[in-house]
């Protein structure tokens, strides 16, 4: 079991306890080893976190769906996590085109396809609710 920040990870061997928590600045988890009859921490591993991430991340198996209400949801493959995220489309394309997002470069180029796409997303959707 293994659950970050302030959390107590079961290493599986009962003469040692993990905690894992994030450092103070945000950028790497500080794994630590304890034993029961020792106050001193024996190990303590500094993992960077965008590391760690990636390798969870990739692990988990992160899935995308639009529902039919409208939202994308990310979810776990497997594991029975259940939704992780949802946020609606609307949302999603309202952030997609901020100026923050775009470059005036990219910007014609962008909005165009993501114009085209929304399009064929809506012509889907007007075909099943037609059929």
Excluded: C, F
Excluded at 25 to 50: F, I, S
Excluded at 56 to 83: C, F, K, R, W
């Amino acid at each position: 079991m293994l659950l970050i920040a302030d959390a107590v990870v079961a290493s599986g061997d009962p003469a040692g306890l993990w905690q894992v928590v994030l450092d103070k600045g945000g950028d790497a988890y500080v794994a630590t080893l304890r034993l029961p009859d020792e106050h001193d921490a024996p190990l303590l591993l500094r993992l960077p976190r965008r590391t760690v991430d990636e390798a969870v991340l990739a692990a988990a198996g992160i899935g995308l769906e639009v529902t039919p209400e409208g939202y994308v949801a990310a979810y776990a493959d497997g594991g029975g996590v259940g939704t992780l995220a949802r946020s609606p489309l609307s949302k999603l394309a309202a952030n997609a085109v901020t100026p923050e997002a775009l470059t005036a470069e990219d910007r014609a180029v962008a909005l165009a396809r993501l114009e085209a796409e929304l399009e064929r997303a809506l012509e889907v959707v007007r075909r099943a609710r037609d059929s």
